[in-house]
């Protein structure tokens, strides 16, 4: 059983919003590091943001920077993308992952300062598509 799960994607014109949520039923998702990534067609995966469990701190790709915004959902138990002004480049199946260890260093300020961005997460989510055109 997969223990993410993404929701949200579609079809959206240039310019538009889309919130995805990553869920997870067997586990407080307050307490652990969420990773967004995207993976286009032909393209290599690439991570969009993410929330440490341990200090909250967050992250963007300069990509997206000022258009997503990640976010907790403790009432829902979710992790959120909220991604506004859309454009065709952002058209990709995107991924929501974990390695499900609480309050690991997983993006938290200090860990990616000392050592980068870590991608190889454990646990991944199946994806949901999003689709950007006119």
């Known amino acids: 059983q997969v223990p993410l799960v993404e929701s949200g994607g579609g079809s959206v014109q240039p310019g538009g919003s889309l919130r995805l949520s990553c869920a997870a039923s067997?586990?407080?998702?307050?307490?652990?590091?969420i990773g967004w990534f995207r993976q286009a067609p032909g393209k290599e995966r690439e991570q969009v943001s993410c929330i440490s469990g341990k200090d909250d701190n967050t992250w963007y790709a300069a990509s997206v920077k000022g258009r997503f915004t990640i976010s907790r959902d403790n009432v829902n138990n979710t992790v959120n993308l909220q991604m506004n002004s859309l454009k065709p480049e952002d058209t990709a199946t995107y991924f929501c992952?974990?390695?499900?260890?609480?309050?690991?260093?997983?993006?938290?300020?200090?860990?990616?300062?000392?050592?980068?961005?870590?991608?190889?997460?454990?646990?991944w989510g199946q994806g949901t598509v999003v689709t950007v055109s006119s």
């Open positions: 067997e586990f407080n998702l307050d307490l652990y590091g």
């Open positions: 992952a974990s390695d499900l260890i609480p309050v690991d260093s997983y993006c938290s300020r200090y860990a990616i300062q000392r050592s980068g961005l870590r991608t190889d997460l454990r646990y």
